[in-house]
């Protein structure tokens, strides 16, 4: 399963953008990224995947490199409740997840 | 139902026991998955079924942890001679097909006295 790097933590104002980066050196051809999300105390929450082309939905957006060695999770505009560990993660062989330590995002008033 | 459902919430057992964890993925999501999470921990990979089968179970920690899943649908994760090291919630996902998202459950909070 291909690795990921992660900050450890990052914070960001209320209201602004937030910009989380992640390195897949080894990601393979057919690799999906995925992005989760864990708020304290609940399960983790699915934010979004993307194979090679950008992906948008109502929760963020995912900006692929070309060579798809790293990505970026970006929240247009970061509240509250956006508070949470952020988990970039390969897929391998059935989709399995393996989540590492993720980035601990906080967001101040 | 609209979402993965997992049950108990809380259970609290004495050492030595087993116990049973029930996961209910969302109907038509033929991928289920079981994880670990300690205590400030990051999540562990326990198994992965594909329809009924497991190919891949390489995440169980020892023979004292089994799962199972009937009729493409429920899946019970057993553990036996339950120690205090299996303290944690244990969370279930499940996904569509092997490319999408996952949902998770809320997850079993496990206490062993």
């Known amino acids: 399963d291909a690795k990921t790097t992660q900050p450890n933590s990052m914070e960001s104002n209320e209201e602004e953008p937030v910009h989380l980066p992640c390195n897949h050196s080894t990601i393979s051809g057919t690799d999906y990224i995925h992005w989760y999300r864990q708020l304290p105390s609940q399960g983790p929450e699915y934010v979004i995947h993307g194979l090679t082309s950008n992906v948008n939905n109502r929760m963020a957006s995912l900006a692929i490199a070309e060579d798809r060695k790293s990505s970026t999770l970006i929240l247009h505009r970061a509240t509250l409740r956006d508070a949470a560990v952020y988990y970039c993660?390969?897929?391998?062989?059935?989709?399995?997840?393996?989540f590492g330590a993720g980035t601990r995002l906080a967001v101040h008033p | 139902g609209a979402g993965v459902s997992q049950s108990p919430s809380n259970k609290v057992t004495e050492k030595g026991k087993d116990v049973e964890l029930r996961c209910d993925p969302i109907s038509g999501h033929t991928a289920l998955y079981w994880y670990r999470q300690r205590l400030g921990q990051g999540l562990e990979f326990l198994i992965y079924?594909?329809?009924?089968?497991?190919?891949?179970k390489s995440g169980l920690p020892s023979d004292r942890f089994s799962a199972e899943r009937t009729g493409e649908s429920v899946s019970t994760l057993t553990i036996q001679r339950t120690q205090q090291e299996d303290s944690a919630v244990y969370l279930c996902?499940?996904?569509?097909?092997?490319?999408?998202?996952?949902?998770f459950g809320s997850g079993t909070r496990l206490t062993v006295v």
């Open positions: 993660i390969i897929s391998g062989g059935y989709n399995k997840l393996i």
């Open positions: 996902a499940s996904s569509f097909d092997s490319t999408g998202g996952y949902t």
């Open positions: 079924f594909q329809g009924n089968s497991a190919p891949d």
